[in-house]
Each structure stands twice: as structure tokens, then as C-alpha cells.
């Protein structure tokens, strides 16, 4: 015969209950109310940050134009200037280039004496075509010069990389000569 079980000796087969979970998680959010008038009242700060921000956005494109403007003027301004400076240069350069055609045109002769008549020639030839560019640069205003300077380079490339060397040998010798060591 079996033994009646006892309460102490027996295990209990009942399922223990879960325990239960969060009580938000388990739960739908709350719908959200549509905005009202008393919404808006109850929410003065964000009210204050929009008109914030409207008064800095509307401040900023104002500043931005001013700076705009003036960079503008400031620019015009400096374009004036370098015009200014370049005509000045060029009124220079033609007056040192008319004098260099003088001072060939006035070795002609010591030339022609020395060397002869054929080295003389060459002389007056150069004289004469140094005149011509005197008188071109003293001609033309600055938009020309640089739309024909422009024009030679692309159709002679190799005579203009020679001149600027020829140019940059003149200025170095210059600038050499004129420093006391």
C-alpha cells in the first residue's frame, strides 16, 4: 500500500506566477491633444524663442546686406585704385620706352663709326621700332593693351615666354646694380 504523501515531503507541480512587467510598458501612450489656444498659452518660452528667432534671422539678412554692400564699395574702390595705378605705370613705361628709342636713335651715329653703317641701321631699325611701341602703349588705353598682349601670346607663345625672360634678365640686372653690398 502506498503512503498518503505529506505536505513536507511532496513537491508542489503548480506553476509559479510570472511576475508582471512594467506597468508603462504594457500601456498605450496617450493620444496627444490638437493644439489649441490655451495650448499656445501654456507654452510662453517656446513663443519667445520663435520671435527670437525670427528677430535674428531678420537681423542677420539685414547685416549680411550691409556687409555685402560695403565689400561691394570696397571693391569698386579697390579696382579704381589699380586702374589708376596701372595708367600711371603705363604713362611710365611708354615715357621710358620713348627715352630708350632716343638714346638708340642717338648711338646710331657712334655706331655707324665705330662698326660701321650696316650695325648703324640696325641700331635706327630697332630705334624706330622701340618708337613704335612707345607709341602704342602711349595710344592704347588698358583694355586694349591686354587684349593685344593677350592676342600675341596665344599667337606667338614662344616670343613671349623669350621676352618676359629677356624682361626679368633687365629688372635682376637692374635691381643688382642699383644694391650696395
Do not use: C, W
Request: aromatic share 2%.
Amino acid at each position: 500500500m502506498a503512503k498518503p504523501a505529506t505536505p513536507a515531503t511532496t513537491k508542489s507541480a503548480a506553476p509559479r506566477p510570472k511576475a508582471p512587467g512594467k506597468a508603462g510598458a504594457t500601456k498605450a501612450a496617450p493620444a496627444r491633444k490638437p493644439a489649441t489656444v490655451k495650448a499656445a498659452k501654456d507654452h510662453p518660452i517656446r513663443d519667445q524663442l520663435v520671435a527670437t528667432r525670427d528677430t535674428i534671422k531678420s537681423e542677420a539678412t539685414k547685416k549680411a546686406a550691409s556687409l555685402k554692400g560695403e565689400a561691394t564699395t570696397l571693391a569698386n574702390q579697390a579696382s579704381a585704385k589699380a586702374r589708376d595705378a596701372a595708367t600711371k605705370g603705363k604713362g611710365k613705361a611708354a615715357d621710358a620706352v620713348g627715352n630708350l628709342a632716343k638714346m638708340l636713335e642717338d648711338s646710331a651715329g657712334t655706331v655707324d663709326t665705330k662698326f660701321g653703317k650696316q650695325y648703324g641701321d640696325y641700331a635706327r631699325s630697332a630705334a624706330a621700332t622701340v618708337a613704335g611701341l612707345a607709341s602704342t602703349l602711349d595710344k592704347k588705353d588698358l583694355d586694349e593693351l591686354a587684349a593685344s598682349t593677350k592676342d600675341m601670346v596665344k599667337k606667338n607663345p614662344a616670343i613671349a615666354v623669350g621676352a618676359a625672360t629677356v624682361i626679368g634678365f633687365v629688372l635682376a640686372r637692374m635691381l643688382k646694380g642699383g644694391s650696395n653690398d
